[in-house]
Antibody
């Protein structure tokens, strides 16, 4: 049974960098069948795709966030990470790490989500 | 890459059907048969209920059905039950390994 767990600070100051890590357990992160990704949801609002990474390190990001987003993977630790720079209050959201099925393009597993608040 | 358009709300009485639309463009919904739908209850992570326009993941009842015509995808919930009250989001592949979500629809069971 796949389990995804987000970890990181719940409070980030404006203009600083948001950093989150997702630990994958119960399945291999080195699968060619899946992307690993990040999705966020501001309080009371809808879902927004942030980006995906393949186990080889290839990344794909939402064009609206691309200039501020870095996604990386550490297969030895079965983890992947998100960094979002120059945050503002608009980046306050629940951040979910997810697994996406390639070639069918749907999210089949979600972490529980972690609320990150941007505030001074 | 704009969000797909969904109606903000939809409602129906128990046993009735409700249909939610998801309007995109030829660059996403209309261009690929990779539309998925997610159900989200308050405070919970979303759950996949339809993938590849009309396929069911294991364990999802066939009361949920999906379809697509042109740039518009649709989700129909038949035989509404109290537990179907939730937010629903569509998502589509948008080419070049990129994805886009819908604006979300709150379904109320009257």
């Amino acid at each position: 049974q796949l389990h995804l767990q987000e970890a990181g600070p719940g409070l980030v100051r404006p203009s600083e960098t948001l950093s989150l890590t997702c630990t994958v357990s119960g399945d291999s992160i080195n699968s060619g069948d899946y992307f690993w990704g990040w999705i966020r949801q501001p309080p009371g609002k809808g879902l927004e795709w942030i980006g995906n990474i393949f186990y080889t390190g290839n990344t794909y990001c939402n064009p609206s966030l691309e200039s501020r987003v870095t996604i990386s993977v550490d297969t030895s630790k079965t983890q992947f990470s998100l960094k979002l720079t120059s945050v503002t209050a608009a980046d306050t959201a629940v951040y979910y790490c997810v697994r996406l099925r390639r070639f069918a393009d749907y999210v089949d597993s979600w972490g529980q989500g972690t609320l990150v608040t941007v505030s001074s | 890459q704009s969000a797909l358009t969904q109606p903000p709300s939809a409602s129906g009485s128990p046993g009735q059907s409700v249909t939610i639309s998801c309007i995109g463009t030829s660059s996403d919904v209309g261009g690929y048969n990779y539309v998925s739908w997610y159900q989200q209850h308050p405070g919970k992570a979303p759950k996949l209920i339809i993938y590849e326009v009309s396929k069911w993941p294991s364990g999802v009842p066939d009361r949920f059905s999906g379809s697509k015509s042109g740039n518009t995808a649709s989700l129909t919930v038949s035989g509404l039950q109290a537990e179907d009250e939730a937010d629903y989001y569509c998502s589509s592949y948008a080419g070049n390994n990129k994805y886009v979500f819908g604006t979300g629809t709150k379904v109320t069971v009257l």
